[in-house]
């Protein structure tokens, strides 16, 4: 029988409560279990597609084309767990079905409420989970305790141990054990508040991890058991990482939380191995080098907008025991100087995708100065819409060339809408999503990369390239070297006469693993290391 793990967050908002249930999943994985990740959102937004990064940083977009919440990146970059739309329900779409339902007389006249129907909807979304090849579902609830918006979602997770055994069921909640500078020590009244306020629900927590910047200490650890009943071994700390995420896992495992769990659930497991995150932490502890990379961006202040871009840099350095660090440049900028004085000196220029016209300008001026001083470039989505864009306007002398998406009366429309975009008129759920084939130009350096000529890769854009013009580009130097298989699709370009100047229309951010890092960022971060080599050798 499927055993359930439910992760909630008290005291404070960003905690780390996905990365902790996605190192939670990895150990269980690590001692042979079969796991399955699940985040419940509690906002009304039927999907996080239809907000700004501002709102929650990037948007995780899945293989069967769920756009999803960030936290599910951490949940694939750490398991193994198939993630699917029915990984992130948010508030909006558990009310949707509900209201469907009534809509449809599905309730045979009865009051629909939130309790027993919404309550009824949500246990559905966790139970579908669960299935014969399924030794643990993970489910992480978004939000603090005691937000009124979670208050359907605790109620719903209360009372699925009622329904399967209280001894098939383990709450995991994450607290913040705050040190308090003014009265010099650690202070755990928080952590006591917020399992108070689950108690009050309802809802006892066997394990909690309480998040510290300063040691706990053993006394400490023994009050937050006695005033949270909770046994004493089950109060597990989980400092601030100096280095690495990667010490999360690891740390968790050395407070003994795998046993713990293994053991409250009754599970059949393995002995646990981690020495693959030993070694990647090794080499992210040891670098042998170190490059810069610009990510010239638009949402570049918020610390999560390009959540999956920072963490695939990180796995092509660690496949080149590089430390890549990244400059964030705020796309405007460059429209306001000259880019030599912010772009001088990086090893590397990265343009993530987006919407919208601002910053557009100051990312085609990256690409430029990209171009031209032969400085390795990534383009993904709005990044190879605007490489796009610079070739025409600055190669091949056409004046004004834009995406309709920012001008719709250019003369030419590199970038446009094509048939299936043009009739939608709803914004959520309506671009081109998910995993999606393309077959690559043997010989070229994507094809080199992958060492493959079909891939299958990720999508979430409307705008592509302007099919009218591919001859043109051709001509003038920027080949297509990946297009969808009926060849209608532009998915990559790459300039031949460049070190290395490749952009692509989907998002291989979204696949990159710290074990398995992208071949397009491995490539790309070999090729800002060569065109270090080289500046070093010139200025000698
Ligand atoms: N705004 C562009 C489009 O819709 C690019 C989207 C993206 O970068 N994800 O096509």
Redesign the pocket.
């Known amino acids: 029988m499927t055993k359930h793990i439910f992760v909630t967050g008290g005291v404070v908002s960003s905690l780390g409560k996905g990365l902790t249930s996605a190192a939670i999943g990895l150990l269980l994985e690590r001692r042979g279990l079969r796991v399955r990740m699940q985040k419940l959102d509690p906002y009304l937004n039927v999907d996080p597609g239809t907000m700004s990064p501002y709102q929650h940083g990037e948007v995780y977009v899945l293989d069967d084309g769920a756009e999803t919440d960030l936290d599910l990146g951490h949940y694939e970059r750490f398991t193994n767990s198939d993630l699917s739309r029915d990984s992130n329900y948010t508030t909006g779409r558990i009310y949707l079905s509900v209201i469907n339902k009534e809509r449809r007389g599905e309730y045979l006249g009865k009051t629909v409420q939130v309790i027993p129907h919404i309550t009824n909807e949500i246990k559905l979304a966790v139970r579908k989970l669960a299935s014969p090849d399924v030794d643990v579902v993970i489910t992480e609830l978004g939000g603090t305790v005691g937000d009124i918006e979670g208050l359907p979602f605790l109620e719903a997770i209360r009372q699925i141990p009622l329904d399967i055994g209280r001894q098939n069921c383990l709450f995991v909640h994450l607290t913040l054990v705050p040190f308090l500078k003014a009265a010099g020590e650690v202070k755990t009244k928080p952590t006591q508040h917020s399992v108070g306020q689950l108690r009050q629900i309802g809802i006892q927590p066997d394990v909690l991890v309480v998040r510290t910047e300063r040691e706990l200490g053993r006394e400490n650890a023994e009050k937050i058991a006695l005033f949270c009943n909770v046994e004493k071994n089950a109060v597990i700390e989980e400092p601030d990482k100096e280095f690495s995420i990667y010490e999360v896992p690891l740390g968790l495992v050395e407070h003994g939380l795998d046993q713990l769990i293994v053991d409250r659930l009754g599970l059949k497991a393995g002995p646990i191995d981690m020495s693959e995150w030993q070694y990647l932490l090794h080499k992210v502890r040891n670098p042998e080098h170190e490059v810069t990379i610009a990510v010239v961006g638009k949402y570049i202040q918020h610390k999560d907008a390009y959540k999956s871009i920072y963490e695939s840099l990180d796995h092509a350095g660690i496949a080149h025991s590089t430390r890549v660090i990244v400059k964030r440049v705020e796309a405007e900028e460059l429209e306001r100087g000259d880019p030599h004085s912010v772009l001088g000196g990086v090893d590397g220029i990265l343009v993530?995708?987006?919407?919208?016209m601002r910053g557009i300008e100051g990312k085609v001026d990256a690409i430029r100065y990209a171009r031209k001083s032969e400085i390795p470039f990534f383009g993904?989505?709005?990044?190879m819409?605007c490489a796009v864009i610079e070739f025409a306007r600055n190669v091949m002398r056409l004046e004004n060339a834009n995406?309709t998406?920012f001008a719709g009366d250019t003369p030419h429309p590199v970038?446009c809408l094509l048939n299936d975009q043009r009739k939608v008129v709803e914004m959520g759920g309506t671009?081109r999503l998910g995993a999606q084939a393309c077959l690559l130009e043997p010989g070229t350096r994507a094809a080199d990369c992958y060492d493959a000529e079909r891939i299958v890769e990720r999508h979430?854009?409307?705008?592509?390239f302007n099919p009218a013009f591919r001859e043109r580009f051709a001509r003038a130097g920027m080949q297509i070297t990946g297009s969808s298989p009926d060849g209608g699709l532009a998915e990559i370009v790459e300039l031949p006469d460049h070190p290395w100047f490749l952009a692509v229309q989907y998002?291989p951010e979204f696949k990159s693993k710290p074990n398995k890092a992208h071949p397009l960022f491995v490539g790309f971060i070999e090729a800002a290391l060569a065109h270090q080599q080289q500046r070093v050798q010139m200025s000698l």
């Open positions: 993530p995708g987006g919407f919208g993904i989505c709005l990044g819409q995406s998406e970038i671009m979430r854009h409307r705008y592509e998002h």
